[in-house]
């Protein structure tokens, strides 16, 4: 009897406990289970950050990291370092020239500062009648004319529209490059959704990930030539290159549907082997009786 | 009786067919199958690949280049940037392979120099005859 | 044909002797019921998990740099790999499943007192090793899910003061988890583990068979609530013959097993493999939710709650001791019947239910 007051009791207690402090000890656990070592917290140490969000700074400073840690490039792991240079882990060198500092791009050298990493990408645009514009006269659009400096999101096809194009010329052939471009980057939308599928289900999709990828990086490159017949002309190949990983796609798909017509196959004879056995177990019981 | 005895008929022939289920799939899982045989070897002439310039080829449906370095010889490497799948390109000027989408660089065994890469490019075995390169 | 080969065999082991005593004339209890069957189950489980393990080692690379490309080489590449890699998976998690399932039966049914301590030392500590042996599983394939969980489990004893540090240092092989984790966590996973599993279940077996089954208090009400003072083994008349009676039950039991498997398998294979378990460990990338598997979101979300950590894990360690001993703490001149003794029925139920709560909030939280 004693025996199970003790045991019933602090049961009832650890349980009481833990109404009790909920809220503090779930702070401490974060902080020593998720923020340990071993899950560097993107940009949490930086250097860069530290100061940059630090009650001295202006707030329209504060807002840079703020935009920044909603983007696209936050969530890859691309810092304040990777295009400012800098040294993001020692305060002292974080802005020093002799560790690749370079500040804030003035406006006209904003093309090479981001096709720093963007090769393809500026090549392209140097070409264009938008990119022509920008160098010669200073005016026109740059990179952070569409897609923002620090709060840079994912590209899609939403960045062309009548509000950000006709600040400098009619809609119209914004709305044209938008119809030529539809097709293969509807293209590339089904099949970057199926991939995400794919891969759910445990496939191997590492292959076709990068044939997508490739495939994805070059179009978009291509469209910043702005040159709706070199679109035009080269949407026919696209759509080939895609339609092969769309087969492997398919192929994928069908080898999933196999494995559970045979795990159903499976399914069925055990449940007649189930039903059998029973039987056969009454059969026994009522023999004996 | 007789209900008992189709019931162990049933139970035999449920049971044998569960059987070669089961066993089918372990003796094919057993003999992995070969490798498919697109593996048609392809002959390029080494005079198509002057010393320090590289030429780029398809094989096995994988875009590869062949780069022809200077007093290393002949290297076959994957272009597929293993960052997330660009193609890379034989900068011959600095001898390395840059690729296009990130500016992530490839030093000429295909070790990763700069750049969001991890891993070195895919290397592929060459033959090397007098007059020319076969791969695979 | 089949007579032959029997006569041979009989000629030179006497196997009639041996069917008959140990299969026809071993009696079971009238109580032995479904219930009863699923120690048989959990080691038919073992078994599947032992020969589809045995099947996924022949294409496995215990490296870290191989491990994560040679899991998915089998499951899409080698000829039925993901069937077996399926089965071994779900399997793993049923095991723990179908084990819980039959300490609460035993537990119910009191069938741990004397002279049964032995048999519920030995299960329990087999049901420790399973668990330790999905731990050490889920590092394996080396994908972000495992690598991540393994973590954290390791990261738990080092809460302890003074032995701590040293028990994760010991898991991990070093500061984090890394190859050598691997490699240690595969010999445990693939030899230590089983070897010791096998060796508590022919001991678990053997003291089954030597004893006889545990009577259902229910059916076959107690003469006398006294433990026995001398050895016996009850024949138990009105019982039926092991085989082809409690056989046959056994083998329903073993084909329900199978079919849950198979309905898993069909309609949620990934049940048990969540998106990041496709993808490869990064040590430099935390997922946003890291959860250790079903089976130990109850000590987890325990741990979390209480504010001390040394408490909590205490508490877990302290639970586990109670459970392996349980024989020895209970009343000793109790009962069998679990209807005549509402004190230990609630102390169960309220385990249970404890138990169900923490895992649910575990999953939600």
């Known amino acids: 009897m004693m025996r199970y007051l003790i045991v019933t009791v602090a049961v009832f207690v650890a349980v009481f406990l833990t109404g009790l402090s909920l809220a503090s000890y779930r702070e401490t656990f974060e902080k020593e289970f998720m923020l340990s070592p071993w899950s560097i917290a993107k940009g949490e140490v930086s250097a860069c950050i530290q100061c940059h969000t630090s009650e001295n700074m202006e707030p329209r400073i504060h807002q840079h990291v703020q935009e920044w840690r909603g983007s696209w490039h936050a969530k890859n792991n691309v810092s304040c370092h990777d295009c400012h240079g800098g040294a993001p882990e020692d305060a002292s060198m974080s802005m020093m020239h002799q560790r690749g500092f370079k500040g804030a791009p003035k406006d006209t050298e904003i093309p090479q500062f981001c096709g720093t990493c963007h090769i393809a990408i500026q090549d392209n645009y140097i070409k264009s009648g938008h990119g022509k514009t920008f160098i010669s006269t200073g005016e026109g659009p740059s990179c952070v004319t569409c897609h923002g400096s620090h709060n840079i999101q994912q590209a899609s096809m939403d960045i062309i529209n009548e509000q950000l194009c006709s600040q400098c010329h009619t809609y119209e052939r914004a709305k044209e490059m938008k119809q030529a471009l539809f097709l293969v980057e509807n293209k590339l939308n089904t099949i970057a959704n199926d991939l995400k599928r794919l891969k759910l289900f445990g496939i191997g999709t590492d292959m076709q990930e990068k044939a997508f990828f490739r495939n994805h990086a070059e179009y978009r490159a291509l469209f910043h030539s702005i040159n709706v017949d070199a679109v035009r002309a080269k949407s026919s190949e696209y759509t080939q290159k895609l339609e092969i990983i769309e087969a492997e796609i398919n192929d994928s798909f069908k080898q999933l549907a196999f494995r559970r017509n045979f795990s159903a196959y499976l399914f069925l004879i055990f449940i007649g082997l189930g039903i059998v056995v029973l039987l056969l177990s009454k059969s026994y019981e009522q023999k004996s009786s | 009786m007789e209900r008992r005895q189709l019931l162990k008929t049933s139970l035999a022939f449920l049971g044998t067919t569960t059987l070669i289920s089961f066993v089918y799939p372990a003796s094919k899982f057993l003999v992995p199958p070969k490798n498919s045989a697109k593996d048609t070897p392809l002959t390029i002439d080494k005079d198509d690949i002057p010393p320090g310039t590289a030429k780029e080829i398809i094989f096995n449906e994988i875009p590869m280049v062949v780069i022809n370095r200077k007093g290393s010889g002949f290297i076959a490497l994957s272009r597929i940037c293993t960052h997330l799948g660009c193609l890379v390109g034989y900068?011959?000027?600095?001898?390395?392979?840059?690729?296009?989408?990130?500016?992530?660089?490839?030093?000429?065994?295909?070790n990763v120099l700069s750049g969001p890469a991890t891993k070195a490019l895919l290397r592929y075995p060459l033959k090397i005859t007098a007059d020319d390169i076969t791969i695979g | 044909m089949w007579g032959k080969l029997v006569h041979w065999i009989e000629i030179r082991i006497g196997l009639e002797e041996l069917v008959n005593k140990h299969l026809r004339l071993f009696r079971t209890p009238k109580g032995a019921n479904f219930w009863s069957t699923l120690g048989f189950v959990s080691l038919i489980a073992f078994i599947v998990q032992a020969i589809t393990g045995i099947m996924l080692l022949l294409y496995y690379v215990p490296h870290p740099e191989y491990a994560f490309q040679s899991v998915q080489t089998i499951t899409n590449e080698i000829p039925f790999g993901w069937f077996f890699r399926s089965i071994h998976n779900v399997g793993g998690n049923?095991?723990?499943?179908?084990?819980?399932?039959?300490?609460?039966?035993?537990?119910?049914?009191?069938?741990?007192?004397?002279p049964r301590e032995i048999t519920w030392v030995t299960g329990v500590l087999m049901f420790l090793l399973v668990l330790l042996a999905c731990i050490t599983g889920q590092l394996l394939p080396w994908h972000q899910t495992g690598f991540w969980q393994t973590t954290v489990t390791s990261t738990i004893p080092s809460f302890l003061p003074v032995i701590g540090e040293g028990i994760s240092s010991y898991m991990r092989g070093g500061a984090?988890?890394?190859?050598?984790?691997?490699?240690?966590?595969?010999?445990?996973?693939?030899?230590?583990?089983?070897?010791?599993?096998?060796?508590?279940?022919?001991?678990?077996?053997?003291?089954?068979?030597?004893?006889?089954?545990?009577?259902s208090p229910a059916v076959e009400p107690e003469a006398d609530a006294s433990p026995p003072e001398e050895f016996r083994r009850e024949p138990h008349l009105e019982g039926h013959p092991c085989f082809p009676h409690f056989s046959v039950k056994r083998s329903f039991m073993v084909m329900f097993y199978f079919t849950v498997l198979f309905f898993i398998l069909t309609f949620f294979p990934n049940l048990f493999?969540?998106?990041?378990?496709?993808?490869?460990?990064?040590?430099?990338?935390?997922?946003?939710?890291?959860?250790?598997?079903?089976?130990?979101?109850?000590?987890?979300?325990?741990?979390?709650?209480?504010?001390?950590?040394?408490m909590g894990i205490s508490l877990v360690v302290i639970f586990s001791m109670v459970l392996l001993f349980w024989p020895f703490l209970d009343a000793k001149d109790a009962g069998r019947n679990i209807r005549k003794r509402p004190m230990l029925l609630s102390l169960g139920l309220i385990v249970l239910a404890l138990w169900a709560i923490f895992t649910i909030w575990g999953m939600y939280s």
């Open chain 3, 273 to 310: 493999l969540p998106a990041e378990a496709n993808i490869q460990a990064d040590p430099l990338l935390t997922p946003e939710a890291i959860r250790p598997a079903w089976y130990f979101l109850a000590p987890y979300q325990l741990i979390k709650t209480i504010p001390n950590d040394v």
């Open chain 2, 91 to 110: 900068d011959k000027f600095n001898n390395k392979l840059v690729c296009p989408c990130h500016a992530g660089e490839f030093d000429l065994e295909g």
């Open chain 3, 176 to 215: 984090s988890v890394s190859g050598i984790t691997l490699s240690r966590f595969f010999s445990f996973h693939v030899v230590i583990l089983p070897v010791f599993i096998v060796a508590l279940m022919i001991l678990h077996v053997l003291l089954i068979r030597r004893q006889g089954l545990s009577t």
């Open chain 3, 94 to 114: 049923l095991i723990v499943a179908v084990i819980i399932i039959h300490l609460v039966h035993v537990f119910l049914r009191v069938s741990y007192k004397k």
